[in-house]
């Protein structure tokens, strides 16, 4: 096989598995200003770190939303100022599993996709996505005529219409899934 068939073949792999890593976890959710999301992803158990990024704002820098990398948590220094005082969880004894990461108070600037990127022991790299959406009531995207259940809103107990619970996913229900903390379940 010639350098350029090889070449080739690997930027094709490369391609398909980039493709299926990001669209097989891709969730999103509607949240109002002053309200906080929890963002809970499943990641492989093997998983020795992860980072939690805005894709739009910090794409190509250095800061996070959060992170544990070898078991040491986000330094301040290293995240993104306007959350700073805002981000809770992020165990970094245990991100096999399981990562879960709170966000408190948001405003519409927080309106954005969130990218989970991580790594397993066998240096594999994989990564989940989210999209958030911060609108004021009322607003295009906010709530509807009918209380928000025709966007996939909650009826009263925090269950979505259709019984589900508020933040499970409807397309991947274990791959991410996002829930607000300040709602009550029953």
């Given at each position: 096989?010639?350098?350029?068939?090889?070449?080739?073949?690997?930027?094709?792999?490369?391609?398909?598995?980039?493709?299926?890593?990001?669209?097989?976890?891709?969730?999103?959710?509607?949240?109002h200003p002053g309200?906080?999301?929890?963002?809970?992803?499943?990641?492989?158990?093997?998983?020795?770190?992860?980072?939690?990024?805005?894709?739009?704002?910090?794409?190509?820098?250095?800061?996070?939303?959060?992170?544990?990398?070898?078991?040491?948590?986000?330094?301040?220094?290293?995240?993104?100022?306007?959350?700073?005082g805002r981000v809770?969880?992020?165990?970094?004894?245990?991100?096999?599993?399981?990562?879960?990461?709170?966000?408190?108070?948001?405003?519409?600037?927080?309106?954005?996709?969130?990218?989970?990127?991580?790594?397993?022991?066998?240096?594999?790299?994989?990564?989940?996505?989210?999209?958030?959406?911060?609108?004021?009531?009322?607003?295009?995207?906010?709530?509807?005529?009918?209380?928000?259940?025709?966007?996939?809103?909650?009826?009263?107990?925090?269950?979505?219409?259709?019984?589900?619970?508020?933040?499970?996913?409807?397309?991947?229900?274990?791959?991410a899934s996002l829930?607000?903390?300040?709602?009550?379940?029953?």
């Amino acid at each position: 096989m010639s350098a350029g068939t090889y070449l080739g073949l690997c930027l094709s792999l490369l391609v398909i598995r980039v493709s299926l890593g990001s669209a097989a976890s891709d969730q999103q959710i509607l949240r109002h200003p002053g309200m906080s999301v929890n963002l809970t992803f499943q990641v492989p158990t093997d998983t020795t770190s992860v980072w939690l990024k805005r894709l739009e704002k910090y794409k190509d820098n250095d800061k996070y939303i959060s992170y544990c990398q070898d078991s040491t948590p986000t330094r301040p220094s290293d995240q993104e100022e306007s959350i700073k005082g805002r981000v809770e969880g992020m165990d970094c004894s245990n991100i096999s599993g399981t990562v879960s990461v709170t966000l408190k108070n948001l405003t519409s600037n927080d309106s954005g996709t969130y990218e989970l990127q991580g790594v397993d022991h066998s240096g594999r790299y994989f990564n989940r996505t989210v999209f958030l959406n911060v609108t004021d009531p009322g607003q295009p995207g906010g709530d509807t005529e009918d209380g928000g259940k025709e966007a996939g809103g909650k009826e009263a107990g925090g269950k979505e219409a259709g019984g589900k619970e508020a933040g499970a996913s409807r397309e991947h229900p274990g791959l991410a899934s996002l829930s607000d903390p300040t709602t009550s379940r029953t």
